[in-house]
């Protein structure tokens, strides 16, 4: 594996750069801002700087992996190899844990890429060293020659369970993930192996995008009270003030009042036409009041997956606009929600038409593992994730890089 940094004027270019020296397989692992060195280059703009990962099976695996990655492991691996003559307390050394990684506006991280990535895994170690002597024992007992990828894969299967990924799936990435390791291989390309993997399973974030001609409307469903009318003000706020496209809002959520009159406030506060429909024929009229839009969003009425009835009028509602415009449907989804419930969900809205993910709620939840499982089930793109009640703020691109950190057991 090759992990190699490219420096651009945006990210774009630098994301080029890269693909012209390793080709087009490439796995984007950190993005962020850099500052140019050197006497007045602080008139100068920044430069963005990207770290890309690659698997090249001919190349041996210990040159594959580079030197910074070496370098931000090499503690990780000494703790690990010391495991087992190691004090059951951990020392003060051990119980430095690098900084939480920091966002800024733009959702680009602002760390050095694989280092605060794989604080995790030192906390994980700790905890091993935690455990009593007696359980220590047992484990030794039950096999003395265990390689340092061995434990680590042990730590990455239990912390994926305790981060709520589901079984099945995580016995899938650590199976496929052995496939890949060659034997007794460093632990360091262990870990980068790990990342890049759990990176691809993901795959890339995909938003709303505009028509290629007209109007393109966007229907949000979920069950209720999951913060679709919150997620489409964010959403919207988005379009109109940061992008000055011009958007419309409707809903048909005529079983709430208060959801209703929630979106007019945000469109009123915003500027933006906002009409309530009941009917295909309303929303109809609506493409044509608004063809000169760049975006209709449109607030569904939240029901039960369970009701025959309603899923059939909303399988009408949306299919409605099929052969007139666009159109795009998002499945608003709380993280905070049982797995087995999002199941039967997912389900049932996948019977009314193709869609792509939004996952609410992250501040409310210490696990996301729903994330993955529900990725991996439904096969759906993952689009955007909330986390606050605060319009515009609280709403970014789903981030595949950060994901995988909090599921390795890091913290941001």
């Known amino acids: 594996m090759i992990i190699k ?6 990210e774009s270019e630098a994301v080029e750069n890269a693909k012209k020296e390793l080709g087009a397989n490439i796995v984007i692992m950190n993005v962020k801002n850099v500052k140019r060195k050197g006497l007045f280059d602080f008139l100068k703009p920044h430069m963005v700087e990207v770290t890309v990962a690659l698997e090249e099976e001919t190349i041996n695996h210990e040159k594959a992996v580079s030197a910074d990655v070496k370098a931000a492991v090499s503690a990780i691996s000494e703790v690990v190899s010391n495991m087992n003559n190691a004090p059951v307390q951990p020392t003060e050394t051990q119980r430095s844990v690098p900084a939480p990684v920091q966002e800024d506006a733009s ?4 760390n050095n890429a694989i280092e605060e990535k794989l604080d995790s895994l ?5 905890q091993q060293l935690q455990k009593p002597e007696e359980e220590k024992k047992e484990e030794e007992k039950a096999g003395e020659d265990v390689s340092e990828t061995d434990m680590f894969m042990k730590l990455l299967h239990t912390t994926m369970l305790e981060n709520e990924v589901d079984e ?3 016995g899938q990435i650590i199976e496929e993930i052995e496939k890949v390791n060659k034997p007794n291989c460093p632990f360091d390309f262990a870990l980068a192996n790990t990342y890049q993997k759990m990176i691809l399973k993901f795959g890339k974030p995909v938003g709303i995008t505009p028509s290629e001609k007209g109007v393109k409307v966007v229907f949000f469903v979920g069950p209720t ?9 964010k959403i919207a706020s988005r379009f109109q003030v940061d992008e000055k496209k011009k958007v419309a809002l409707l809903t048909a959520d005529t079983y709430r009042i208060a959801a209703a009159e929630q979106l007019r406030t945000y469109a009123n506060i915003l500027e933006v036409p906002f009409r309530v429909v009941y009917t295909v024929e309303e929303i109809e009229q609506a493409l044509i009041d608004f063809k000169e839009y760049d975006y209709i969003l ?3 009425a939240g029901h039960s997956y369970q009701n025959a009835a309603q899923k059939e009028n909303m399988t009408k509602f949306i299919h409605s606009v099929d052969d007139k415009v666009e159109k795009e449907v998002f499945l608003v989804l709380s993280a905070t929600t049982k797995y087995r419930d999002l199941i039967s969900i997912a389900d049932a809205y996948k019977e009314m038409a193709d869609y792509k993910l939004i ?9 996301l593992g729903n994330l993955l499982n529900l990725k991996l089930y439904t096969g759906a793109s993952l689009s955007y994730v909330t986390h606050g009640q605060n319009v515009p703020d609280d709403i970014e691109n789903f981030n595949p890089q950060k994901t995988v950190k909090r599921l390795l057991g890091g913290k941001n």
Request: aromatic fraction near 8%; charged fraction near 30%.
């Open 5 to 10: 940094k490219f420096l651009g004027k945006t």
């Open 107 to 110: 959702g680009k991280k602002e």
């Open 122 to 126: 030192q906390s994980l170690i700790e």
């Open 168 to 170: 099945v799936y995580a």
């Open 225 to 233: 009270g999951v913060g679709k009318t919150t997620t489409i003000a």
């Open 298 to 300: 449109v607030d569904t």
């Open 359 to 367: 996952f609410t709620k992250l501040d409310e939840t210490t696990t």
